[in-house]
């Protein structure tokens, strides 16, 4: 016997995860190519018009769409600036790096926001992706950073340069102070281009 229930629809729910991004391109091999080179993707489904691919549990993370001729993307014009991407430490964030950087692939706005630092990356089509690790051990000492004056003067970050940061993390610096964000004082967004 089926019992009837309603579904309480007075609250928000969160989704329980990202399941997945989709980008459509006209560059199709090179956009997969680079999603296999940046995110350590493998290829789950390949036809002649779309790609599914992964790098962990998920059956799909990244999809690509083949669109031939689409315009490429303009400056200036409202739409998806990024998606970021959590490594679990310094060492993981700088391997990817410099294995990256050997490649050519090399990050277009490396900066340390305070509660993150942060690489971001241009795909072939100009989309973004935030390589990142957290600043801090929890969630919640992350958080209590927005509420900070520091933030509250400089809430872009500081930006560095990758090779010092990884010579120093080489050298064996404690991954607290290549954490540690710079205070340089008042910042805004016209103090940086964000791409």
């Known amino acids: 016997m089926t019992q009837a229930r309603s579904v309480d629809s007075s609250k928000t729910i969160p989704p329980a995860r990202l399941a997945h991004i989709v980008l459509r ?19 789950v489904y390949k036809d002649a018009i779309l790609c599914f691919m992964t790098y962990d549990e998920e059956h799909h993370r990244v999809a690509i769409l083949n669109m031939p001729d ?9 739409g998806f600036h990024h998606a970021a991407f959590t490594f679990d430490s310094m060492a993981d964030l700088l391997s990817t790096y410099k294995r ?17 630092t942060s690489m971001y990356y241009a795909d072939p089509d100009g989309n973004q992706l935030e390589l ?17 004056e520091a933030f509250a003067e400089n809430p872009i970050g500081v930006e560095f340069d990758p090779d010092e940061l990884l010579a120093r993390f080489e050298a064996g610096e404690s991954e ?17 281009k964000l791409r």
């Not at 689409?70 to 409202?78: R, S, T």
């Not at 990256?100 to 993150?116: A, Y």
């Open 25 to 43: 391109t006209s560059n199709f091999d090179e956009m997969i190519e680079w999603y296999k080179a940046v995110l350590g993707c493998e290829i």
């Open 70 to 78: 689409l315009k490429p993307q303009e400056d200036g014009f409202a």
């Open 100 to 116: 990256l950087r050997d490649k050519g692939i090399k990050p277009i706005f490396p900066i340390n926001h305070g509660p993150t």
């Open 132 to 148: 990142q690790i957290e600043n801090y051990e929890t969630v919640e000492e992350s958080t209590k950073f927005f509420f900070t």
């Open 176 to 192: 607290e102070t290549l954490k540690a964000r710079p205070d340089v004082g008042a910042r805004g967004l016209e103090a940086v």
